[in-house]
């Protein structure tokens, strides 16, 4: 199906299944232990052995040498896999460093053996046994350090007017330089692969969000066809983007599998997640806005860097400001330098998630310059066009409304603008906000629904389901499009024997998983129509029967012995060139310091949000506030801590990597605005699971300036960066 013109009424307009707050229809598998994860499948690969996987022990330079023989002698020892007996291997295109490393070393812990044995236990005690020497070479792990030497990304920089005179001429001058941490997407859910070979063909069951990605970049990793490789993943424990991609588990349990000449199955140890797999490159941003007295931005300038290793791509941390807020004279660019650290790439609203920790806080900033209300400065500068095309509209854009009801929810009126005036015994206490923006990015999706002679609807798509709610929403669709109960719909997702789907990620999977599950319907109903001999726009699916004019027929009934089936996708024209297609939130939050030892303890928290339609208000609030948390974390807590003398991540592990924990986090509200978009997708949706994230920080940050006076441009925001800067305790 080619959507190209904008959706006008459909049957998903009905709302009887989508829109509901629906409960997870995978919630009772998980909550009784029948869901089965990466690691646990026991039943599908027989005599399975272990791996165990070693990574290189320095960050850059070379092995000169590797000695696997007391490994190899080893109890239970049944194949050890280095790059010398791997076979030619390729890489993957969405892969910056190499899987398998050797003899040349590209970052700490990049894997650089697989140890197989009958046992787990057995497999890391012979790992213990190897013996590596390598020959180091100088490397580059400090950002700052090597920002002088960033180069332009290749989309280059966005100019629009003469930003440079713009800013000189303005009246009020803005200019500050902001920094986050390397994150990491630390998910429960280890990295974990159990791999099988029949023949020349390989089935991996794995933890992956992207589905086709993987076939493909495995298949060309391993240099086999594609129709080679089968991909299992039904259940998701979190990715968070670290599992977009293949990554060593996958790739090492296939090279250890032919090896063995039996299944393996092998988890990356919490050390290797933080240093072996992706994760959010750390970036330098300098904000310059120049405004007018009365607020109206003349200029605005966001410049971010970030590093990576060669190959690799840069934190898009600038890119929002593109979009965001007016002005007429802007300078929005990305710069990227090579790093000798582990990859970074994709986490959670990648890009945004560090930019608007910057930008909303420089906003809050000019507005506190100007005098002027932090929401009135934001409203004043908002714009229903691209600032960069004016000619070109958004399709919704609801920034104005969601701060005001955010402002009037939360209370915001009440809010002193002196900072550090408002106490609660020893507590310092302020309020903050921060604008919340994502695109909403389009991709084809494919899906195949079969009806049975129990008129059971049965759903087949590539689509993984993260912890989102993906077997819910398509269901809803499902049910929604045929006419049936959420009874009668059954969903199997996470296999590449499925058509294949937009996948999990970029808050992109919801609106387009769910369209290519609307366009298979569409046929579907087609071919019950034809087979009733009945025209199928007269035709209206309800209560589990097709009705035509004074006809009904049970849809069991029209499916027959043999069933029928249908398969179809999404596919879009270029409505998103026309239009500006982005989702819009403010977040509102209620901080208070401890005025003597500067804790800082997160009360409330309100995040509106304006996404189109909300397929399943349960499921959304859970993505929302689950978002929300993750921003009390980079603002507060989150940071790899770098090593910049040897290039790797020291808290490596949830015991020194901190997140936010129940007793960090408050009551937390959500209010999605009722909005459709029919410029979106045929389910006026869009998406909404990191649209909760961006801003977030920002508006702690802020709450926090307002509770003590005091700002903190470095992320996180820890006692040793403001303690002593604390406002005398009266």
């Given at each position: 199906m080619k959507?190209?013109?904008?959706?006008?009424?459909?049957?998903?307009?009905?709302?009887?299944?989508?829109?509901k707050p629906t409960d997870r229809i995978d919630g009772p598998l998980k909550t009784t232990g029948k869901a089965t994860y990466a690691y646990e499948w026991h039943d599908v690969a027989p005599n399975v052995a272990y791996g165990w996987v070693i990574g290189s022990g320095i960050a850059k330079g070379r092995i000169a040498s590797m000695d696997l023989e007391a490994a190899r002698k080893a109890p239970g020892v049944v194949a050890i896999v280095t790059a010398e007996n791997a076979g030619s291997l390729d890489k993957g295109k969405r892969n910056a460093a190499t899987l398998l490393g050797g003899p040349e070393i590209e970052h700490y812990q990049q894997a650089v053996a697989l140890v197989v044995a009958e046992t787990f236990e057995q497999a890391r005690t012979a790992a213990g046994l190897?013996?590596?020497?390598?020959?180091?070479?100088?490397?580059?792990?400090?950002?700052?350090?090597?920002?002088?030497?960033?180069?332009?990304?290749k989309d280059g920089d966005s100019v629009?007017?003469?930003?440079?005179?713009?800013?000189?001429?303005?009246?009020?001058?803005?200019?500050?330089?902001?920094?986050?941490?390397?994150?990491?997407?630390?998910?429960?859910?280890?990295?974990a692969t159990i791999a099988a070979w029949d023949g020349d063909r390989l089935t991996v069951w794995t933890s992956n969000q992207m589905i086709d990605w993987m076939v493909t970049d495995l298949s060309a990793t391993l240099k086999i066809p594609k129709d080679k490789v089968r991909v299992i993943s039904p259940f998701i424990g979190g990715g968070f983007g670290g599992k977009l991609f293949l990554r060593a588990d996958a790739l090492l349990a296939a090279l250890g599998a032919r090896e063995a000449g039996r299944p393996v199955k092998v988890g990356l140890a919490r050390p290797l997640m933080m240093n072996n797999t992706t994760h959010r490159p750390a970036t330098i941003q300098r904000i310059r806005i120049g405004a007018t007295p009365d607020g109206t931005i003349t200029a605005i300038a966001h410049e971010s860097w970030s590093g990576n290793l060669p190959g690799g791509s840069e934190e898009t941390a600038s890119d929002q400001t593109r979009l965001l807020y007016?002005?007429?004279?802007?300078?929005?660019?990305?710069r990227?330098?090579?790093?000798?650290?582990?990859?970074?790439?994709?986490?959670?609203?990648p890009g945004e998630a560090s930019g608007m920790m910057a930008l909303e806080v420089a906003m809050d900033e000019m507005a506190e310059k100007l005098g002027i209300d932090p929401v009135e400065f934001r409203i004043r500068n908002d714009t229903q066009t691209d600032p960069a095309d004016p000619n070109r509209p958004f399709s919704q854009r609801q920034l104005v409304q969601c701060l005001r009801m955010g402002a009037e929810r939360f209370g915001w009126a009440k809010r002193n603008p002196m900072p550090g005036q408002v106490r609660d015994g020893r507590?310092?206490?302020?309020?903050?906000?921060?604008?919340?923006?994502?695109?909403?990015?389009?991709?084809?999706?494919?899906?195949?629904?079969r009806l049975d002679q129990r008129g059971i609807v049965t759903v087949e798509t590539d689509m993984t389901d993260i912890g989102t709610g993906s077997y819910t929403i398509i269901a809803q669709t499902a049910a929604e499009m045929m006419g049936v109960g959420l009874d009668k719909v059954a969903v199997r997702l996470g296999d590449s024997s499925f058509p294949v789907s937009a996948g999990s990620g970029g808050q992109w999977g919801a609106n387009n998983a769910t369209a290519g599950v609307y366009a298979a319907c569409v046929k579907l109903r087609e071919a019950v129509a034809q087979k009733l001999g009945v025209n199928s726009a007269d035709a209206r699916f309800a209560d589990g029967q097709v009705v035509a004019g004074n006809r009904k027929v049970p849809l069991a009934e029209a499916a027959g012995a043999d069933g029928l089936s249908a398969e179809d996708g999404i596919e879009y024209g270029d409505l998103d060139k026309k239009y500006q297609q982005s989702t819009f939130g403010a977040h509102y939050v209620e901080a208070a310091v401890d005025a003597a030892t500067g804790e800082i303890r997160v009360?409330?928290?309100?995040?509106?949000?304006?996404?189109?339609?909300?397929?399943?208000?349960?499921?959304?609030?859970?993505?929302?506030?689950?978002?929300?948390?993750?921003?009390?974390?980079?603002?507060?807590?989150?940071?790899?801590?770098l090593d910049k003398r040897t290039g790797f991540f020291v808290n490596h592990d949830l015991a020194g990597y901190e997140?936010?924990?129940?007793?960090?986090?408050?009551?937390?509200?959500?209010?999605?605005?009722?909005?459709?978009?029919p410029i979106s997708s045929p389910m006026k949706a869009k998406g909404v699971g990191e649209l909760g994230l961006c801003g977030v920080g920002a508006a702690v940050a802020n709450a926090v300036h307002n509770a003590t006076g005091l700002r903190v441009r470095e992320y996180p925001i820890t006692l040793d960066k403001f303690l002593d800067r604390l406002p005398a305790m009266g």
């Amino acid at each position: 199906m080619k959507f190209d013109t904008p959706a006008t009424t459909n049957p998903i307009d009905q709302l009887k299944v989508v829109g509901k707050p629906t409960d997870r229809i995978d919630g009772p598998l998980k909550t009784t232990g029948k869901a089965t994860y990466a690691y646990e499948w026991h039943d599908v690969a027989p005599n399975v052995a272990y791996g165990w996987v070693i990574g290189s022990g320095i960050a850059k330079g070379r092995i000169a040498s590797m000695d696997l023989e007391a490994a190899r002698k080893a109890p239970g020892v049944v194949a050890i896999v280095t790059a010398e007996n791997a076979g030619s291997l390729d890489k993957g295109k969405r892969n910056a460093a190499t899987l398998l490393g050797g003899p040349e070393i590209e970052h700490y812990q990049q894997a650089v053996a697989l140890v197989v044995a009958e046992t787990f236990e057995q497999a890391r005690t012979a790992a213990g046994l190897v013996r590596i020497d390598y020959t180091p070479a100088d490397g580059a792990y400090d950002l700052a350090a090597v920002k002088d030497k960033a180069e332009k990304t290749k989309d280059g920089d966005s100019v629009v007017g003469d930003f440079a005179g713009a800013f000189a001429a303005a009246p009020v001058k803005f200019d500050e330089t902001y920094t986050t941490p390397d994150e990491s997407h630390a998910m429960m859910e280890p990295h974990a692969t159990i791999a099988a070979w029949d023949g020349d063909r390989l089935t991996v069951w794995t933890s992956n969000q992207m589905i086709d990605w993987m076939v493909t970049d495995l298949s060309a990793t391993l240099k086999i066809p594609k129709d080679k490789v089968r991909v299992i993943s039904p259940f998701i424990g979190g990715g968070f983007g670290g599992k977009l991609f293949l990554r060593a588990d996958a790739l090492l349990a296939a090279l250890g599998a032919r090896e063995a000449g039996r299944p393996v199955k092998v988890g990356l140890a919490r050390p290797l997640m933080m240093n072996n797999t992706t994760h959010r490159p750390a970036t330098i941003q300098r904000i310059r806005i120049g405004a007018t007295p009365d607020g109206t931005i003349t200029a605005i300038a966001h410049e971010s860097w970030s590093g990576n290793l060669p190959g690799g791509s840069e934190e898009t941390a600038s890119d929002q400001t593109r979009l965001l807020y007016a002005g007429a004279n802007r300078l929005i660019g990305n710069r990227i330098a090579t790093l000798d650290l582990p990859e970074g790439n994709a986490m959670r609203a990648p890009g945004e998630a560090s930019g608007m920790m910057a930008l909303e806080v420089a906003m809050d900033e000019m507005a506190e310059k100007l005098g002027i209300d932090p929401v009135e400065f934001r409203i004043r500068n908002d714009t229903q066009t691209d600032p960069a095309d004016p000619n070109r509209p958004f399709s919704q854009r609801q920034l104005v409304q969601c701060l005001r009801m955010g402002a009037e929810r939360f209370g915001w009126a009440k809010r002193n603008p002196m900072p550090g005036q408002v106490r609660d015994g020893r507590w310092l206490v302020g309020l903050g906000v921060a604008a919340a923006f994502r695109n909403n990015l389009l991709t084809k999706s494919a899906a195949r629904v079969r009806l049975d002679q129990r008129g059971i609807v049965t759903v087949e798509t590539d689509m993984t389901d993260i912890g989102t709610g993906s077997y819910t929403i398509i269901a809803q669709t499902a049910a929604e499009m045929m006419g049936v109960g959420l009874d009668k719909v059954a969903v199997r997702l996470g296999d590449s024997s499925f058509p294949v789907s937009a996948g999990s990620g970029g808050q992109w999977g919801a609106n387009n998983a769910t369209a290519g599950v609307y366009a298979a319907c569409v046929k579907l109903r087609e071919a019950v129509a034809q087979k009733l001999g009945v025209n199928s726009a007269d035709a209206r699916f309800a209560d589990g029967q097709v009705v035509a004019g004074n006809r009904k027929v049970p849809l069991a009934e029209a499916a027959g012995a043999d069933g029928l089936s249908a398969e179809d996708g999404i596919e879009y024209g270029d409505l998103d060139k026309k239009y500006q297609q982005s989702t819009f939130g403010a977040h509102y939050v209620e901080a208070a310091v401890d005025a003597a030892t500067g804790e800082i303890r997160v009360r409330r928290m309100l995040a509106v949000c304006a996404a189109g339609r909300i397929l399943n208000p349960k499921s959304a609030r859970s993505q929302v506030i689950g978002a929300m948390t993750m921003g009390v974390g980079a603002a507060l807590m989150e940071e790899l801590a770098l090593d910049k003398r040897t290039g790797f991540f020291v808290n490596h592990d949830l015991a020194g990597y901190e997140v936010p924990v129940h007793a960090d986090i408050p009551h937390q509200e959500v209010i999605f605005l009722d909005e459709t978009d029919p410029i979106s997708s045929p389910m006026k949706a869009k998406g909404v699971g990191e649209l909760g994230l961006c801003g977030v920080g920002a508006a702690v940050a802020n709450a926090v300036h307002n509770a003590t006076g005091l700002r903190v441009r470095e992320y996180p925001i820890t006692l040793d960066k403001f303690l002593d800067r604390l406002p005398a305790m009266g």
